[in-house]
């Protein structure tokens, strides 16, 4: 490791903190209430689901402040080096006029119990930041990752689209007021020094650098690597496991950068789901719809496509069109790199390859070739903010005679592991894409997959779908408008 610093070091709304005493599963909610007895973040789920959590928290991104909503039950404490948390109660004046926000929910009788209010008005205080007079579609995409059981929704976006129109520039804000202090401020805090607090029984680490990480987990093998904390986080608040020794990496610039070239995109692994959707969805614009149900904005804020992978669930969204795409996973370690196909990193399940002290640096992922087809579903109980039953990418390229030349589908909520219909793909290959192929190909799903049932689908349900996505994907590029689509494309 470098040379370590000692404390993690931020601004709480307009106090500079500085801890040298941190638990590496304390979270940020607990923090706030318990500790500096600001009660406004509410707990209602502690699992990332709710939204009553919802906080702001400011990043530097090169010279930028960007501010981004997040849930404060999930995420650690130990993450919030040189970031500014802005809370609820830092909206108001100091002569206790409310905030443009706050104001257009108390206008539009967007509050009733008021126990979730606080969470959307975060939201929301989000969106008025960084858009001018969105639209209805942008302001339910903002509030996929806040649940209200009161007043119903439409007196909550009637309030978000009357304060659209009302800019920073034209009345009080706290972060407009002192966007450069804060900036200053956290410049001033960013240092690519490690940090290393606790001792063997309770201990977290954020490293100042790449090489840093790979120097720690030389020493610290058995350690939890936490990039965004959306899974990690309900292991702790759900499952009440101990993950000791904690390494976060959310703050190493170098697992931050996105580079498009012509054969493809690298996205490191600290990319968020939020950071890499504009470019996802421009490559492939199939993956972007896909991000966009990838629980909600909070979420999105937090999540990496690299910790996604990482994890190795097989319900995990991103692996899927992923595999389906042609995509490759860089190891490091100490050592060295490796990469490798990302469909062999996933070996069964709860095993990855990724040997002691490595970690995911970046995964690459190929251009679409013109004219191949691909598209990607994802089945769950609810549109938004739910885990799939299923996940399934299909890509299909055809020769001139539109017969199968080359086919890649992959799955999630299939197997143990994200994996490919090889069989399905052979039946396919070499055959006209037409109806009678794809019915003929339907069967080869039941020698590539055994689902199981669990209390998400039934493994009857799960083949059933998988089968019917097939055919789904081919009427739809047969011409076929059988794609959902969000009611202001129709309009």
């Not at 008005?121 to 969105?134: H, I, Q, R």
């Not at 009637?158 to 401020?185: H, N």
């Not at 991103?318 to 490759?328: N, R, T």
């Amino acid at each position: 490791m470098t040379k370590s610093a000692g404390s993690i070091r931020f601004i709480l709304n307009d106090r500079d903190i500085a801890l040298t005493s941190v638990s590496p599963t304390g979270t940020l909610l607990d923090f706030l209430r318990l500790e500096r007895r600001l009660t406004g973040t509410k707990e209602g789920c502690a699992e990332g689901d709710c939204g009553a959590c919802t906080v702001l928290v400011g990043r530097l991104a090169g010279d930028d402040l960007v501010y981004e909503s997040v849930n404060a039950c999930i995420r650690f404490t130990g993450s919030l080096n040189a970031t500014h948390v802005v809370t609820v109660e830092h909206l108001a004046a100091k002569d206790g006029a409310l905030h443009p926000v706050q104001q257009a929910m108390v206008d539009y009788h967007g509050s009733q119990c008021g126990f979730c209010t606080p969470g959307i008005v975060m939201s929301l205080y989000g969106l008025w930041l960084s858009k001018d007079n969105p639209g209805r579609a942008e302001i339910e995409k903002t509030l996929q990752g806040n649940l209200c059981r009161c007043t119903g929704y439409e007196p909550i976006i009637k309030a978000a689209e009357a304060v659209g129109t009302i800019r920073p520039d034209s009345v009080f804000d706290p972060l407009m007021k002192a966007r450069q202090d804060i900036t200053a401020r956290l410049k001033a805090i960013r240092s690519n020094e490690s940090i290393s607090i606790g001792d063997e029984a309770a201990r977290l680490i954020v490293p100042g650098s790449a090489a840093a990480l790979a120097d720690v987990l030389d020493s610290y093998p058995q350690a939890t690597v936490v990039a965004g904390c959306t899974d990690v986080g309900l292991w702790v608040t759900k499952q009440m496991r101990a993950i000791n020794p904690v390494i976060f990496i959310n703050g190493i610039e170098e697992l931050q950068s996105i580079e498009e070239t012509h054969e493809g995109i690298v996205i490191g692994a600290g990319v968020t789901y939020s950071a890499a959707f504009d470019l996802i969805s421009a490559r492939y614009p199939a993956f972007g719809r896909l991000l966009d149900r990838l629980g909600g904005e909070q979420v999105r804020n937090m999540g990496t496509i690299g910790g996604n992978v990482a994890n190795g669930s097989p319900i995990g969204d991103s692996p899927p069109p992923l595999i389906a795409l042609g995509a490759s996973v860089t190891l490091r370690s100490k050592g060295g790199r490796r990469t490798i196909p990302l469909e062999d990193y996933f070996i069964e399940y709860g095993r990855q390859d990724r040997r002691p002290g490595e970690f995911v640096e970046s995964v690459f992922v190929p251009s679409l070739p013109d004219g191949e087809l691909f598209s990607v579903y994802k089945i769950s109980k609810r549109r938004d903010e739910d885990i799939s039953a299923l996940c399934g990418a299909f890509r299909i390229g055809l020769d001139g005679g539109n017969r199968v030349q080359s086919a890649r589908i992959a799955f999630g909520g299939m197997a143990g592991t994200p994996k490919r219909a090889t069989q399905v793909e052979a039946a396919l290959i070499g055959q006209p894409w037409n109806e009678e192929t794809i019915k003929t190909a339907q069967a080869a799903f039941e020698q590539d997959y055994q689902p199981l049932t669990d209390w998400r689908a039934t493994a009857t349900y799960r083949m059933l779908a998988a089968k019917n996505l097939l055919m789904r994907f081919f009427l739809e590029t047969a011409g076929e408008r059988a794609e959902l689509v969000r009611f202001e494309e129709t309009a």
